[in-house]
């Protein structure tokens, strides 16, 4: 099957999800029988056995879009004509949270902490530091605003955001809503795992989409797959990931993957997919 037309297929599918997803109901997750391929083949293991105990939790999801008529285009670097190459990884790199798949109720993580207090998994330390030294030898200041969160402090902004956008006015269904698509619901926030960080520019710390003209993004933005990390919520990728557009946020994944989805133009959701189908189809 050609690169072009598997992607396609990819995005389709993924527009599919979003689709089922809305029908469900603003202030409803989807029922469990409705989940796509997506939601069942890349749902962390042991998911059916806690079904029962997971309580009921608001799923956001954006407007579906039209699918495009070809395959996506990568944002930087030269798409591979057969695809991408996927690399040998673990678990925890790959490890799909968003707001369709919760954290893994066994999931640990091994802290560390950087020099300015914040703390990542001490699997990602060595090569966060190694970017943020380099950016600064450029010449440049970036700044952890957001690393590692509990349960509780994830709980706390996510309510918090609610709150501020009631007394603006918003409904309780369209303030859960809009809500969901800045702050990720607790236990679907990547920062749990210890491998997302929010970084930005020292002379500009509003999380705005005016980050993205910062020289510290900019360099982010071209540099961070030399180093492990993606840029997780990429520009027209909401109706698949969940959460709007963040030119701040990464998320580490190991030197050989990022590379390996920097050079496909897919967002994790679409390269896990691929992944999956891919290595599925080709047994080692």
């Known amino acids: 099957m050609k690169w072009s037309k598997r992607a396609a297929a990819l995005l389709a599918s993924l527009l599919l999800l979003s689709t089922v997803v809305q029908a469900g109901g603003a202030d409803k997750a989807p029922p469990r029988e409705a989940r796509t391929a997506l939601e069942t083949r890349l749902a962390p293991p042991g998911e059916a ?6 309580p009921e ?8 879009v039209k699918a495009p008529a070809e395959a996506p285009r990568p944002v930087s670097g030269t798409a591979r004509e057969e695809g991408p190459a996927f690399p040998e ?17 066994d999931y640990e993580v091994t802290l560390k902490t950087l020099p300015d207090g914040n703390k990542v998994d001490e699997r990602a330390f060595d090569d966060l530091s190694a970017m943020l030294e ?14 590692y969160r509990t349960q509780s402090k994830q709980t706390y902004l996510y309510n918090n955001k609610i709150a501020r956008l009631r007394n603006a006015g918003y409904s309780k ?11 990720a619901r607790p236990g679907t926030s990547e920062h749990q795992l210890g491998l997302a960080l929010d970084i930005v520019s020292q002379s500009y710390q509003a999380l705005t989409k005016k980050q993205e003209k910062t020289a510290e993004q900019k360099w982010l933005m071209e540099h961070c797959w030399e180093y492990g990390f993606i840029l997780r919520y990429p520009n027209d990728k909401g109706e698949i990931t969940g959460i709007g557009y963040e030119p701040w946020h990464y998320r580490y994944v190991g030197r050989d993957v990022a590379l390996d989805i920097r050079d496909s133009g897919l967002c994790l959701e679409e390269y896990l997919l691929l992944r999956e189908e891919t290595l599925a189809e080709n047994p080692a």
């Open 49 to 54: 056995e806690r079904a029962a105990k997971i």
């Open 57 to 64: 939790l608001t799923v956001v999801t954006p407007e579906p």
């Open 134 to 147: 380099d950016c600064r030898e450029a010449g440049l200041r970036p700044k952890i605003c957001s690393s």
């Open 173 to 183: 269904a369209a303030a859960q809503e809009e809500a969901g698509r800045w702050v």
């Open 89 to 105: 990884a673990e678990d925890w790199q790959l490890l799909l949270v968003n707001p369709w798949n919760e954290i893994p109720e």
